[in-house]
Nanobody, 122 residues
Framework: QVQLVESGGGLVQAGGSLRLSCAAS????????MGWFRQAPGKEREFVAL????????YYAASVKGRFTISRDNAKNMVYLQMNSLKPEDTAVYYC???????????????WGQGTQVTVSS
């Protein structure tokens, strides 16, 4: 497992941007696929974005495709989520997660961060 710490959340107006960061511990970060998920109050945790081990392949939920970009820097043990054109419905706690599989299913992930709150005002 890896330990994950998210940062970069906050309050932003609709149409604005935020960049989330996720710092991973351990020397085997490049062995893991990384995902971003989010959970709004009263809702289940949902998939947002996914990146493979090398960063050569990404996949997005339909609701964020074209607005969000996931990236990683294996030399720095970091994964990022650039969020543009934010909408009030993007308001949620955002989590990064790590797994050996390239999967969008939250239950498949073994390692999770503590989450960072993103609030988009209208």
């Amino acid at each position: 497992q890896v330990q994950l710490v998210e940062s970069g959340g906050g309050l932003v107006q609709a149409g604005g941007s935020l960049r989330l960061s996720c710092a991973a511990s351990g020397r085997t970060f490049s062995h893991y696929c990384m995902g971003w998920f989010r959970q709004a109050p009263g809702k289940e945790r949902e998939f947002v974005a996914l990146i493979n081990k090398s960063g050569s392949s990404t996949y997005y939920a339909a609701s964020v495709k074209g607005r969000f970009t996931i990236s990683r820097d294996n030399a720095k043990n970091m994964v990022y989520l650039q969020m543009n054109s934010l909408k009030p419905e993007d308001t949620a706690v955002y989590y990064c997660a790590a797994d050996l599989q390239y999967t969008v299913v939250p239950g498949d992930y073994d390692s999770w961060g503590q989450g960072t709150q993103v609030t988009v005002s209208s």
